[in-house]
């Protein structure tokens, strides 16, 4: 167990819709990452929280967001959802920026199936 | 961040040691060697990580050539639990930015 918890485990959706994905972070940690895995792309990073700020940008489209709230848990709202957004969503989190090790600790991920 | 080539696929026997090695010719002075593995749609695991001595933890050794352009990941006894995707990346250790996952080698530990 990584201590990283994501929810929920799995989502099925209908292309249009929005859905928000969850990542509370390991005790302490205060960066949060976002990655998308789909079968043809492997792991993409998305975009990465440090208390509260974003501090980079990735693969993220315009119709995805993200926001880190003051108890450092993270949500991902994906919205206009398209076939091609099924994929794996996992969740990271690190001690944070400026550190030497910088080990990031993933989830276990949300499945996203669009139909 | 410094590329990575390493190896499509490995198949290693179970109870032998599995070496997974990784080419990062272009890497900095400054940037670590880390290593994770990804056990079917699981989330990515830690296994390792170094600069430029080698490295033992409870899961792996990290070897790093002299000239770091290159290094070894070894699991001392391969057990089929160890059948995985195993991630090399290199990256400065003083950004708190994303890791670069490429595509890994596929490891089957065979029994």
């Known amino acids: 167990d990584s201590g990283v918890t994501q929810t929920p485990k799995h989502l099925i959706t209908a292309t249009g819709q929005r859905v928000t994905l969850r990542c509370s972070p390991r005790s302490g940690d205060l960066s949060v990452y976002w990655y998308q895995q789909s079968l043809d792309q492997g792991l993409q990073f998305l975009i990465h929280y440090y208390n509260g700020e974003e501090r980079a940008k990735g693969n993220i489209l315009e119709r995805f967001s993200?926001?880190?709230?003051?108890?450092?848990?993270?949500?991902?709202?994906?919205?206009?959802?398209?076939?091609?957004?099924?994929?794996?969503?996992?969740?990271?989190?690190?001690?944070?920026?400026?550190?030497?090790?910088?080990?990031?600790?993933?989830?276990?991920?949300?499945?996203?199936?669009?139909? | 961040d410094a590329k990575t080539t390493q190896p499509t696929s490995m198949d290693c026997a179970e109870g032998r040691a599995a070496n997974l090695p990784c080419n990062h010719s272009t890497i900095s002075g400054n940037e670590y060697v880390y290593w994770y593995r990804q056990i079917h749609s699981q989330g990515p695991q830690y296994i390792i990580h170094g600069l430029k001595n080698n490295e033992t933890n409870e899961m792996a050794s990290l070897i790093i050539t002299e000239d770091r352009k290159s290094s070894t990941l070894i699991l001392p006894h391969a057990t089929l639990r160890d059948t995985a995707v195993y991630y090399c990346i290199v990256r400065p250790p003083n950004t708190g930015n994303q890791f670069y996952f490429g595509t890994g080698t596929s490891l089957t530990v065979i029994p």
């Not at chain 1, 076939?83 to 690190?94: H, R």
């Open chain 1, 66 to 115: 993200a926001q880190q709230f003051p108890d450092l848990h993270s949500e991902l709202n994906l919205s206009s959802l398209e076939l091609g957004d099924s994929a794996l969503y996992f969740c990271a989190s690190s001690e944070g920026t400026g550190k030497a090790k910088n080990i990031q600790y993933f989830g276990a991920g949300t499945r996203l199936s669009v139909l």
